[in-house]
T-cell receptor, first 117, second 113 residues
């Protein structure tokens, strides 16, 4: 199994509070991703990182920010949580082998279940 | 628009029976297609990866096929077991966007004794 740890695994918070989810990897992979998974939707990309301090937005980035100050850590922050952000959040990593023509193996963490009341 | 569609949405089969899950995609130009298994409450785990030059790939009782001309893939599960109960997700990447992934909504498989 790829070394990916997400924390916290479960969190319940109230509307308007800030929340930070952490993804930690021990694989030294270049690419890290944050997805959210909701019933009736496939995994949707929030933000991704292609290196330390290099990040870009995904399709559902509104209300989320990210930071990557070290290769191994990728943080997802909800500045002011809303009920629509209740979801299961998955971190994924990829070594990017093959460059733009072929992504390497994509490994997922175990997920962080966030409930915003 | 790059899309991935899976069918059926859900499926119930008897233990020991075979089943086939379908994935159609519009991602172009195509690079590779992956099948993932996601157990309830867990993260997705890779079953197979196929590039545009591969037609079939097996992983134990799981066999994936790919027809890049018709943009279709299938995942065949042989002699199903109770532990096969999970969601199966099809993921496609494009050739010019190698590290961008397009996800299907998954097929929920339930294997009953």
């Amino acid at each position: 199994d790829a070394g990916i740890t997400q924390s916290p695994r479960h969190k319940v918070t109230e509307t308007g509070t800030p929340v930070t989810l952490r993804c930690h990897q021990t694989e030294n992979h270049r690419y890290m991703y944050w997805y959210r998974q909701d019933p009736g939707h496939g995994l949707r990309l929030i933000h991704y990182s292609y290196g330390v301090k290099d990040t870009d937005k995904g399709e559902v980035s509104d209300g989320y920010s990210v930071s990557r100050s070290k290769t191994e850590d990728f943080l997802l922050t909800l500045e002011s949580a809303t009920s629509s952000q209740t979801s299961v959040y998955f971190c994924a990593i990829s070594d990017g082998a093959g460059g733009r023509y072929f992504a390497g193996e994509l490994f997922f963490g175990e997920g962080s279940r966030l409930t915003v009341l | 628009k790059n899309q991935v569609e899976q069918s059926p949405q859900s499926l119930i089969i008897l233990e020991g029976k075979n089943c086939t899950l379908q994935c159609n995609y519009t991602v172009s130009p195509f690079s590779n297609l992956r099948w993932y298994k996601q157990d309830t409450g867990r993260g997705p785990v890779s079953l197979t990866i196929m590039t545009f030059s591969e037609n079939t790939k097996s992983n134990g009782r799981y066999t994936a096929t790919l027809d890049a001309d018709t943009k279709q893939s299938s995942l065949h599960i042989t002699a199903s077991q109770l532990s096969d109960s999970a969601s199966y997700i099809c993921v496609v990447s494009g050739r010019n966007t190698g590290n961008q992934f397009y996800f299907g909504t998954g097929t929920s498989l339930t294997v009953i004794p």
